[in-house]
């Protein structure tokens, strides 16, 4: 697998799980033991790639992944993107908005036999849940990092 | 003005610069040193455009969390030519400060986040954070769960 076949794995599952809902594309494409980092914690088995993109597009059901960025090396691909979609479900137990939301986050995943094997992800949730309204706007100008 | 292209080696050596010497240190001649002079900062929540104005930051960081470190391992660095993406976990022994408004907690602290940097002629002209900033909140009290 070249670095090129690695970034189409991933587009492909782009794609395929988060723009069309098609769970069996997913499962064909993580490996049954894949990891899986998060700020939720660490889970392992294609069940959580899974359940991440099934609990997502029932609460925000016409959402759309854009890459923003991307950076490959040897068998790991690095992705920037944002889901744009619309509130119409509770997401984590908070009602929805009715309204568009941007959520953004970076993803690296580690490939092997054309499969992926392991993920690390970091999102804004600080962002999504000021757009559901659960916390207030943050601090201004003078915030720092 | 030349254009020099940063090698994948050059861009991961400034990337273990930049946790190690900027930010677990403080270390300013690092700053002027890895950083172009236009530098931008880009957070989800903030931006700082301008080394001297990052340096006030890194200050006002540094203060606010005691022996404040942040650290990748080489693997977790994934670069092109120019570009460069780091898995990194921050941690703090303590929230002595104010920061983001939320008052010295006295709390310990760790998350994860995602840096990409570009570079111009060996130096980092662009950071984009992606972090676990909601889990810090959470952490010292800036949000209740």
Do not use: C
Request: charge should be negative.
């Amino acid at each position: 697998m070249s670095v090129e076949d690695n970034k189409r794995l991933v587009h492909r599952f782009f794609n395929a799980a988060w723009n069309g809902g098609d769970i069996d594309t997913l499962r064909s494409l993580v490996a049954p033991d894949s990891v899986d980092h998060s700020p939720m914690g660490t889970e392992q088995g294609v069940e959580s790639f899974a359940h991440v993109v099934t609990s997502f597009r029932e609460a925000f059901p016409d959402v759309k992944l854009t890459i923003e960025h991307e950076i490959a090396e040897d068998d790991r691909v690095v992705h920037r993107w944002r889901l744009d979609g619309t509130s119409r479900k509770p997401f984590m137990g908070i009602p929805p908005t009715g309204k568009p939301t941007v959520f953004e986050g970076t993803t690296v995943v580690r490939v092997r036999d054309g499969k992926i094997v392991e993920r690390w992800a970091s999102m804004d949730m600080l962002g999504l849940m000021t757009q559901l309204g659960t916390i207030p706007q943050p601090a201004g100008p003078s915030a720092a990092q | 003005m030349s254009s020099a292209v940063t090698t994948r080696e050059q861009a991961k050596a400034a990337v273990q610069r930049w946790f190690k010497d900027i930010w677990s240190r403080g270390d300013m001649q690092a700053v002027d040193e890895v950083l172009a002079p236009d530098l931008q900062f880009i957070l989800s929540f903030n931006q700082v455009n301008g080394r001297e104005g990052f340096k006030r930051l890194l200050e006002a960081n540094r203060e606010a969390f005691e022996n404040l470190t942040y650290s990748a391992d080489d693997e977790d660095i994934v670069a092109e030519e120019d570009v460069a993406a780091a898995f990194w976990t921050m941690h703090t022994d303590r929230h002595r400060g104010t920061w983001q408004n939320v008052p010295p907690s006295d709390k310990e602290a760790s998350i994860h986040g995602m840096s990409i940097f570009k570079f111009r002629d060996g130096q980092i002209r662009e950071i984009r954070v992606i972090s676990d900033f909601y889990g810090l909140m959470t952490q010292i009290g800036g949000i209740k769960k």
